[in-house]
T-cell receptor, first 116, second 113 residues
Framework: DTGVSQDPRHKITKRGQNVTFRCDPI?????LYWYRQTLGQGPEFLTY????????KSRLLSDRFSAERPKGSFSTLEIQRTEQGDSAMYLC??????????????FGPGTRLTVL | SQQGEEDPQALSIQEGENATMNCSYK?????LQWYRQNSGRGLVHLIL?????REKHSGRLRVTLDTSKKSSSLLITASRAADTASYFC?????????????FGKGTKLTVNP
């Protein structure tokens, strides 16, 4: 498989529960990004990794959110004590490292989270 | 906050017509990218234009960039029903800035057969 995969594709949970999403990037890509997208909006940046190092986090990423990329390959995004406002599509993307700027990103299909 | 703003928010055309979408942004950039998203799916990269480029073509797509006006346009020629999707522009943060993409709210294009 040569694309970015995400698991699960859909998640329904009750408010207050914890959820974890997984992203498997394209294998040779150093950079991995997480975005959140709500209906009618563009993706909003959450965080990104260069190999295993988490280099930037958005202010959108509250203390309830944590992301890891332990071996510089797959990544997980955990949301603790979910709230209804967390309902959104969570998108993962990967890209190769470039000297400056941001190169083309390859997106996964997303995980749609519904918090009841 | 979202740097890019697409215009129009929605566009409906007939198959075979051309579709033009515009994007404005606020700060200096290294490059600007356009992505397509079919309903409920992930985004697909269409084209990347660097800040020192003014125009770029890819198949039926033509992108222009005017850094003095901080704006870009995406033209899809001879549209097809399969082009129905949302289109987003995305910018990076320019020199010494954050290495992330900032997306606009998108233009929803409907191509009627």
């Amino acid at each position: 498989d040569t694309g970015v995969s995400q698991d699960p594709r859909h998640k329904i949970t009750k408010r207050g529960q914890n959820v974890t999403f997984r992203c498997d990037p394209i294998s040779e890509h150093n950079r991995l990004y997480w975005y959140r997208q709500t209906l009618g909006q563009g993706p909003e940046f959450l965080t990104y990794f260069q190999n295993e190092a988490q280099l930037e986090k958005s202010r959108l990423l509250s203390d309830r959110f944590s992301a890891e990329r332990p071996k510089g390959s797959f990544s997980t995004l955990e949301i603790q004590r979910t709230e209804q406002g967390d309902s959104a599509m969570y998108l993962c993307a990967s890209s190769p490292w470039v000297l400056a700027g941001v190169d083309e990103q390859f997106f996964g299909p997303g995980t749609r989270l519904t918090v009841l | 906050s979202q740097q890019g703003e697409e215009d129009p928010q929605a566009l409906s055309i007939q198959e075979g017509e051309n579709a033009t979408m515009n994007c404005s942004y606020k700060t200096s950039i290294n490059n600007l990218q356009w992505y397509r998203q079919n309903s409920g799916r992930g985004l697909v990269h269409l084209i990347l234009i660097r800040s020192n480029e003014r125009e770029k073509h890819s198949g039926r797509l033509r992108v222009t960039l005017d850094t003095s006006k901080k704006s870009s346009s995406l033209l899809i020629t001879a549209s097809r029903a399969a082009d129905t999707a949302s289109y987003f522009c995305a910018t990076d943060a320019g020199q010494g800035g954050s290495e992330k993409l900032v997306f606009g709210k998108g233009t929803k294009l409907t191509v009627n057969p």
